[in-house]
């Protein structure tokens, strides 16, 4: 079966530190992956897909960047963090072929102080 | 485009029935439905990928309607766990083209009360 883990789980960081999430996936090869971040309260935004290695995809111009360094590894990074960078980031995943289902990780949680 | 999800919030009791609406101004290739409760990741309950089709399992439901501009999620004789946000996400095409994204309704929430 499959599994997707994502971490830390939890995370406060000052407003201009560095930023890096980590997400995998077990039990699957060549999954699409999915980086989406949910504000306090709200909905879901999409903002990164990938579909392969080294190939990303940017849905919303942003302070943030995504990296995929290997098949089921995908990354989410920043250099210098907003207050507005805080959220609940979800990392998904789905079968690389057609409308799928996305099964999402357990989330990291941030905050930017 | 988002789909509108209407309503925003509902509060029941417990045993009550409720639908949950995803309406789009156009024709649509899937529908998913998920809930997330507080502080937890969304959970996948039901894709619906043809006009008309109707599942579900247990005591929750859903249509997608002959259209495939709406689709409706029924929760019948609610229960305590039903409680959370629930959204539908709606898909693109099996081309390949839209690469299994998805575009989230905004959530309705769903309180049910003993």
């Known amino acids: 079966s499959q599994t997707i883990h994502q971490w830390p789980a939890t995370l406060v960081q000052p407003v201009g530190s560095p930023l890096s999430l980590e997400c995998t996936v077990e039990g699957t090869s060549n999954p699409n992956l999915y980086w989406y971040r949910q504000a306090a309260g709200r909905g879901l935004q999409l903002l990164f897909y990938?579909?392969?290695?080294?190939?990303i995809s940017s849905e919303v111009p942003q302070n943030l960047s995504a990296s995929r360094p290997q098949d089921r590894q995908f990354i989410l990074s920043s250099k210098k963090l907003l207050l507005s960078d805080s959220g609940f980031y979800l990392c998904?995943?789905?079968?690389?072929?057609?409308?799928?289902?996305?099964?999402f990780g357990p989330g990291t949680r941030l905050l930017v102080l | 485009q988002q789909p509108v999800q209407s309503p925003q919030a509902v509060i029941l009791r417990e045993g009550e029935d409720a639908v949950i609406n995803c309406s789009s101004s156009?024709?649509?290739?899937?529908v998913h439905w998920y809930r997330q409760k507080h502080g937890e990741a969304p959970v996948f309950l039901m894709i619906?990928?043809?006009?008309?089709e109707q599942k579900g399992h247990d005591k929750i439901s859903a249509s997608f309607n002959e259209k495939k501009q709406q689709s409706s999620l029924y929760l019948t004789a609610s229960q305590l766990s039903y409680s959370g946000t629930y959204f539908c996400?709606?898909?693109?095409?099996?081309?390949?083209?839209?690469?299994?994204?998805?575009?989230f309704g905004q959530g309705t929430i769903l309180t049910v009360h003993p």
């Open positions: 156009k024709a649509l290739y899937s």
């Open positions: 996400g709606t898909g693109g095409n099996a081309g390949g083209t839209s690469y299994g994204k998805l575009t």
């Open positions: 619906l990928l043809k006009g008309g």
């Open positions: 990938s579909v392969g290695i080294g190939q």
């Open positions: 998904a995943w789905t079968r690389n072929r057609g409308t799928e289902t996305q099964y």
